[in-house]
């Protein structure tokens, strides 16, 4: 870097800070309603974080109203019922739980939309066997080759390992014949267990990328959260907040959709951040990494807890 750049550098205004507290206590009798993301925040894809019970019964018990919204490639009841066998998180401590793959599965069922209606009966699910659920109940062909498809719907990578080019000649050829792709997860990767695995959005993105064409489900998409607010029943979104971990589909998703945003330092960006889970980061840091992606939260915790 040359000196005129350093001066320059040195001129340029610092990004804001962003409000941080070490909880949600401090703002949560402002709101309503709490939009809530499921990986990140509330569990990392096997077990449920600490405190985080606590801090939904806290809010059960204030009569606040609760969401938990996922990105999650799944039937939405499938995900509650794991979740309550495997993590203790039962339906007990939230109103209702939305999940991008619901949305996907509905769309494809009623197609009442042109794009669905036009989809044909042949489908290449390019996602792992625990995610085939998504076709139960749909009058659809599951083929294997990309070869005699008639659409995509991407849910995700067979492997917690896998790398983008293993799916990259099937996408090709998908891409060549135009097939029309739908993504039931936005999530570029996702922490499994602290391993970060990657999601189906980006095998949508390298889609598009070969010129195909993508139609996704779930945040950061307006779609998703008007089924929120319907759940909600509340009228002021300035009475809502979602919290999550990704400021490109939680954050911007909120902000898209009106409501205001608190970011989970400890999720998708606590790499980035240089940080572990619960831990704080620096102040700058965590502005600067806001100002790069392009989305401001009101303020941001560790971890979800109360």
């Not at 709101?31 to 499921?38: A, K, T």
């Not at 290449?124 to 498809?149: N, Q, S, W």
């Not at 980006?202 to 598009?208: C, K, N, S, V």
Request: aromatic share 8%; glycine share 10%; proline share 7%.
């Amino acid at each position: 870097m040359s000196p005129s750049d350093s001066r320059t550098q040195s001129l340029m205004p610092r990004p804001a800070a962003i409000p941080f507290y070490p909880g949600i206590a401090p703002f949560a009798a402002r709101y309503d309603g709490f939009v809530l993301d499921l990986w990140g925040v509330i569990h990392d894809g096997i077990s449920p974080y600490a405190g985080v019970a606590d801090t939904l019964g806290r809010l059960r018990r204030l009569k606040k109203r609760v969401i938990l919204l996922s990105n999650a490639p799944r039937r939405s009841a499938e995900i509650v019922s794991a979740m309550a066998k495997k993590m203790g998180i039962g339906p007990e401590l939230y109103d209702e739980l939305i999940s991008s793959g619901e949305a996907a599965y509905w769309a494809l069922r009623r197609r009442d939309e042109p794009f669905f209606a036009n989809l044909g009966r042949k489908c290449y699910l390019m996602g792992p066997e625990r995610d085939h659920g998504m076709l139960g109940g749909l009058d659809l062909d599951r083929v294997e080759r990309m070869e005699e498809a008639e659409f995509i719907l991407a849910t995700g990578v067979d492997w917690d390992d896998d790398k983008l080019d293993i799916y990259e000649p099937a996408l090709a050829v998908g891409a060549k014949k135009r097939l029309p792709m739908i993504c039931a997860n936005p999530d570029l990767v996702v922490i499994r267990g602290g391993k970060r695995v990657l999601c189906a959005g980006t095998l949508a993105r390298r889609y598009e990328e070969m010129g195909g064409h993508v139609r996704y489900f779930g945040k950061p998409y307006p779609p998703i959260y008007e089924l929120c607010f319907a759940h909600m029943g509340i009228a002021e979104r300035a009475r809502i907040v979602a919290i999550g971990d990704s400021l490109r589909t939680d954050i911007a998703g909120a902000e898209a959709a009106g409501i205001a945003a608190v970011l989970v330092t400890g999720g998708i960006h606590a790499e980035e951040l240089g940080i572990a889970h619960g831990e704080h980061p620096d102040p700058q840091a965590l502005a600067e990494a806001c100002a790069r992606a392009g989305h401001i939260p009101i303020a941001a915790i560790p971890a979800f807890v109360w």
